[in-house]
């Protein structure tokens, strides 16, 4: 506390504070002469420091480059003239973006320049004449300071929890209401399957022309309308599918499939496509493989998607599916002698309503759902999906799937010796 006596306020200290620790001080000081004292007393306490020293227009710089621990200031003010208040000589302190304990030693004050002094935010002061006692005004400064930190960053911390439960409570908000909204779409969506295959249906009857036959103008228009709304149907079934799995309502259907029958079938699904367009369908199964565990509805409709994909961006030459096999997994290759994608559109190509900027891509329009879906369908699976391509040379996407699957737990797989041990 401060105590006033006739020659100036003097700080008592009630408790020593021990410092152990290396200190950083600026002793700030016009003077020269009088650093030597200031240095031998601080030492004297035993206390390990290091310092600079800097006049007072060089220390602000100083205070902005380096980092100090405290700043000692000596203030002899105007020689020859009574001491007046160094408040003046601090104006610049306040506007410093650090903070730290600063002590003042100086000739006798008075009490009105003491406490103006003390009410600036000088944390310490000390009487030249009674300079013995700057380790313990500097120790009790620096344990108020650390006092004054540590009630801030418990003020901080109380404040950032505060703000992270309301942040909370809002994103829990935010959950519900997209919820409801993603609830909302696929009801939406789910109802639209019902006109769109009657769409459909019609429009076959049109094309089959059971109820008369048609100019070609009119049959140009009916296969457009036939086209667009199978492209509609797959937007809705494939949107709903992702729906059902983000929502972690899908549950597969594992069992153990022949893997010959599941990728003709999966062929035999677009044959129509790939006559169209002159391209060759080829099956490249290895002689070993035979059986594999998987959800056949799941996995054929990843193999339709991505042999889908590789008809509708290929131009001329073949689309081969190739089944190997490795010691932990069966891979599924879907291999184009297409158009290939450039390593950067390969980054896009998994996230949903993502479309490439090619011409060709632009001319057959997709929207990214069926190779997000594919990626989550493989995932559910255990395995993954692996993308390689290059521009104009053709693409290849790869499933590995592992060789066993528990069917109550999709994720877990467990390897047997070799294939043939599956039987």
Not at 48 to 76: M, Q
Not at 116 to 128: A, K, N
Not at 133 to 153: G, T
């Amino acid at each position: 506390m401060f105590n006033g006596s006739g020659s100036g306020l003097t700080l008592h200290i009630s408790q020593k504070l021990s410092m152990t620790s290396n200190l950083s001080l600026l002793i700030i000081t016009d003077n020269s002469s009088e650093i030597k004292t200031i240095i031998e007393t601080l030492k004297a306490a035993k206390i390990n420091f290091t310092h600079d020293s800097a006049a007072i227009g060089e220390s602000r710089l100083l205070l902005l480059e380096k980092d100090y621990d405290a700043v000692i200031y000596n203030y002899t003010g105007p020689k020859g003239y009574p001491i007046e208040s160094p408040i003046d000589n601090l104006r610049w302190w306040h506007t410093l973006p650090i903070t730290l304990p600063l002590v003042l030693v100086t000739d006798p004050l008075g009490d009105e320049i003491a406490v103006e002094c003390i009410q600036y935010g000088i944390d310490g002061y000390v009487l030249r004449n009674k300079i013995e006692q700057l380790p313990q005004v500097l120790a009790k400064s620096l344990a108020n300071s650390l006092s004054l930190r540590q009630n801030k960053n418990f003020k901080c911390i109380k404040q950032l929890k505060a703000l992270n439960q309301q942040l909370q409570q809002e994103n829990n908000q935010l959950k519900v209401f997209k919820n409801k909204i993603e609830d909302y779409i696929s009801d939406l969506i789910h109802e639209l399957r019902n006109p769109i295959a009657a769409i459909l249906g019609f429009t076959r009857m049109l094309q089959d022309e059971l109820y008369g036959s048609l100019n070609p103008k009119q049959m140009q228009y009916v296969s457009a309308t036939f086209t667009t709304g199978e492209h509609l149907l797959e937007l809705v079934n494939n949107y709903l599918d992702l729906a059902k799995i983000n929502a972690n309502q899908e549950e597969l259907q594992i069992e153990r499939l022949p893997v010959e029958d599941i990728c003709q079938a999966a062929l035999a699904m677009l044959k129509g496509k790939a006559r169209k367009k002159g391209l060759e369908l080829i099956l490249d199964i290895e002689e070993s493989i035979d059986f594999c565990y998987a959800d056949h509805l799941r996995l054929k409709q990843v193999l339709v998607n991505l042999l889908s994909n590789a008809i509708k961006f290929t131009k001329e030459g073949s689309v081969t599916l190739q089944v190997t096999a490795t010691q932990d997994t069966l891979n599924f290759a879907v291999i184009d002698t297409g158009i290939g994608i450039s390593e950067a559109d390969c980054q896009k190509l998994f996230q949903p309503f993502q479309q490439i900027q090619t011409l060709l891509h632009r001319k057959y329009k997709g929207t990214g759902l069926g190779l997000a879906l594919s990626r989550k369908l493989v995932e559910l699976h255990g395995g993954k999906i692996v993308l390689t391509s290059k521009l104009g040379e053709g693409t290849c996407f790869t499933v590995f799937l592992p060789h066993y699957i528990d069917s109550t737990n999709p994720k877990s797989d467990s390897t047997p010796t070799n294939n043939r041990d599956r039987r």
